[in-house]
T-cell receptor
Framework: AQTVTQSQPEMSVQEAETVTLSCTYDTSESDYYLFWYKQPPSRQMILVIRQEAYKQQNATENRFSVNFQKAAKSFSLKISDSQLGDAAMYFCAYSTGNQFYFGTGTSLTVIP | GAVVSQHPSRVICKSGTSVKIECRSLDFQATTMFWYRQFPKKSLMLMATSNEGSKATYEQGVEKDKFLINHASLTLSTLTVTSAHPEDSSFYIC?????????????????FGPGTRLTVL
């Protein structure tokens, strides 16, 4: 069975600093997708970044980048130059076929 | 990204009544819609997956007679909580995947609605 694990329930970072959120997953599939979603206090889920498993190059979106280690089944999110607006719950997610699995989330606090 | 709306955003109802929540894909045809439930400071729990024109597939432990899902068109899915009880109070989120305007949204990408907070008194 596919599972997604986020081992950090809470993280904090100083404004303008860099923080890395961890995610590991378990799968026997070779073709799948990985995502990081942000859920701010408004509760709207926002896609932050997406990685296709067949791509070796790590995805980047402005200040957000991932470290995708397929063999280790690890998919961490790095947020550079953290901003107050980055404060939110972050969910790692795995998808294959029509199945979608979320991790338990990491609550990120940004300290001014 | 594509836009998904939910209505209502908040609803308060009395125990024993039924509540309908609508999920609409505004600029694309959603061949598949998903319904999630989220408890405070917890992750999203998938309740069911529905494909347009067919019966929903419910996750284990979700009562299909209590949570009625209808996906009658490519832009609308509804979740009806029948005979609601206080333990049904929660945040319900829908998401949709399908063909987005201008580009293809594969089944591996979901677009989320803003959620509905249900409070049953």
């Amino acid at each position: 069975a596919q599972t997604v694990t986020q081992s950090q329930p809470e993280m904090s970072v100083q404004e303008a600093e860099t923080v890395t959120l961890s995610c590991t997953y378990d799968t026997s599939e070779s073709d799948y997708y990985l995502f990081w979603y942000k859920q701010p206090p408004s509760r709207q889920m926002i896609l932050v970044i997406r990685q296709e498993a067949y791509k070796q190059q790590n995805a980047t979106e402005n200040r957000f980048s991932v470290n995708f280690q397929k063999a280790a089944k690890s998919f961490s999110l790095k947020i550079s130059d953290s901003q107050l607006g980055d404060a939110a719950m972050y969910f790692c997610a795995y998808s294959t076929g029509n199945q979608f699995y979320f991790g338990t989330g990491t609550s990120l606090t940004v300290i001014p | 990204g594509a836009v998904v709306s939910q209505h209502p955003s908040r609803v308060i109802c009395k125990s024993g009544t039924s509540v309908k929540i609508e999920c609409r894909s505004l600029d694309f045809q959603a061949t598949t819609m998903f319904w999630y439930r989220q408890f405070p400071k917890k992750s999203l729990m998938l309740m069911a997956t529905s494909n347009e024109g067919s019966k929903a597939t419910y996750e284990q432990g979700v009562e299909k007679d209590k949570f009625l899902i209808n996906h009658a068109s490519l832009t609308l899915s509804t979740l009806t909580v029948t005979s609601a009880h206080p333990e049904d109070s929660s945040f319900y989120i829908c998401s949709a995947s399908g063909v987005a305007s201008g580009r293809h949204s594969s089944y591996n990408e979901q677009f989320f609605g803003p959620g509905t907070r249900l409070t049953v008194l």
